[in-house]
Nanobody
C-alpha cells in the first residue's frame, strides 16, 4: 500500500504562485505514475485531473492549466511537485495527490488533500 501526503497549499492572490509537494511512502516500488487532481468548491463528486507524470518523465496537463502549471518528480525522494504560477480564482479547490502502478492513477492511492484558495 502506498500513502501519499500532500503539503504546500494556502491562500494566494490571483496572479500569484504556489508549489505543492507530495511524498509517497509504503510500497513505493510499485509506483509508476503520480499526479494531482483537484475538486472545486460545490463539486463534491467531480475531481479533475490537473497533471500527471510517469516514472519515465512523461507528463499530461489539463488544458486549463497548460502554460501555468508544471509537474515534476524526484524519484529518489518518491516526491512529486506541482508548481502553480499565474493562479486564477478558478484554480481554487482541494488538490489531491494520487500515485498508481499504472498511468490510470485514479485507481491508485490518494492523499488527504490540500486546500488552495485564490482570491480575486
Amino acid at each position: 500500500q502506498v500513502q501519499p501526503v500532500e503539503s504546500g497549499g494556502g491562500l494566494v492572490q490571483a496572479g500569484g504562485s504556489l508549489r505543492l509537494s507530495c511524498v509517497a511512502s509504503g510500497s513505493v516500488f510499485s509506483i509508476n505514475a503520480m499526479g494531482w487532481y483537484r475538486q472545486a468548491p460545490g463539486k463534491q463528486r467531480e475531481r479533475e485531473l490537473v497533471a500527471r507524470i510517469t516514472s519515465g518523465g512523461s507528463t499530461n496537463y489539463a488544458d486549463s492549466v497548460k502554460g501555468r502549471f508544471t509537474i515534476s518528480r524526484d524519484n529518489a525522494k518518491n516526491t512529486v511537485y506541482l508548481q502553480m504560477n499565474n493562479l486564477k480564482p478558478e484554480d481554487t479547490g482541494v488538490y489531491y495527490c494520487a500515485a498508481g502502478a499504472t498511468a490510470n492513477i485514479i485507481f491508485g492511492s490518494w492523499g488527504q488533500g490540500t486546500q488552495v484558495t485564490v482570491s480575486s
